[in-house]
């Protein structure tokens, strides 16, 4: 999803950007809700944990508080734009009642669906300038599918930890560098 | 009687231009200034010595 946000030309903020121990992390969250006027939200993580045989349910709250921003709160708030994604059509009917009605999109837990999902609605709510708008889902997923290829290997050229365990931040600066390599590379290919 | 010099102006420096923004697929990406333990040169040297060994493997634009 990151990747996707970052390709479309917009920064993903979420709470891994910050870093304190003395802070609460929903407070964190509401206030970069504030600071932020799109948002996107994936309920689709409703499986029970391996451990305790539980679901996790921060995206629930996390929701609410986005929508109670967009209905409640002040002037700046209510022109708030929100996805909302899931892996099954019609499911959080049963989960999640409260927003039936809402039209949701579904990813089917699939990469190229979440890549679809996020940047089609990017594409209608990013305020692009005509014909400055962002790549299409195709090409986005095939230089994802380069740079997932890559990843192991940019990780160890900079003697970091396995990828999928980079701090947030290192995550983002190094897409925002390897997406205009990755698309001269393949243009570049006779 | 030493005869006094004036100093000599410093010139301004010159001012570089901006560099342009980085693009993907015409879209002006944005540029994470959050903090990080790798400059810019690392990343662009890490990721082109990945993209050279897998040169065979990437795709090419259809």
């Known amino acids: 999803m990151c990747f996707t946000i970052m390709a479309c030309g917009h920064i993903p903020r979420c709470a891994l950007d910050i870093s304190d121990s003395g802070a609460v992390r929903f407070d964190i969250i509401v206030k970069m809700m504030t600071e932020c006027s799109l948002s996107i939200h994936d309920i689709s993580r409703v499986e029970p944990d391996k451990v305790f045989n539980l679901p996790r349910l921060n995206m629930a709250p996390e929701l609410g508080a986005d929508l109670g921003l967009r209905m409640q709160g002040p002037a700046s708030q209510k022109r708030r734009k929100t996805l909302i994604l899931d892996a099954e059509a019609h499911r959080y009917d049963r989960t999640l009642s409260d927003i039936s009605g809402m039209d949701i999109e579904v990813h089917g837990n699939s990469v190229a669906g979440v890549i679809r999902c996020v940047r089609d609605w990017l594409n209608v709510n990013g305020q692009f300038a005509v014909g400055k708008e962002p790549a299409g889902a195709a090409a986005i997923h095939a230089d994802y599918q380069v740079y997932h290829h890559l990843a192991a290997d940019i990780a160890e050229g900079l003697r970091l930890d396995p990828h999928d365990d980079l701090p947030h931040q290192d995550y983002l600066r190094i897409v925002e560098i390897a997406l205009p390599m990755i698309e001269a590379a393949r243009r570049a290919k006779p | ?62």
Do not use: C, N
Request: hydrophobic share 30%; charged share 30%; net charge positive.
């Open chain 2, 1 to 62: 009687m030493p005869m006094r010099i004036a100093p000599k102006p410093l010139s301004k420096p010159r001012r570089q231009p901006p560099k342009p923004a980085p693009t993907y697929r015409g879209v002006r990406l944005p540029s994470i200034d959050g903090p990080s333990r790798f400059t810019r040169d690392q990343i662009r040297k890490a990721v082109a010595t990945a993209i050279a060994k897998h040169a065979d493997e990437i795709p090419r634009e259809d």
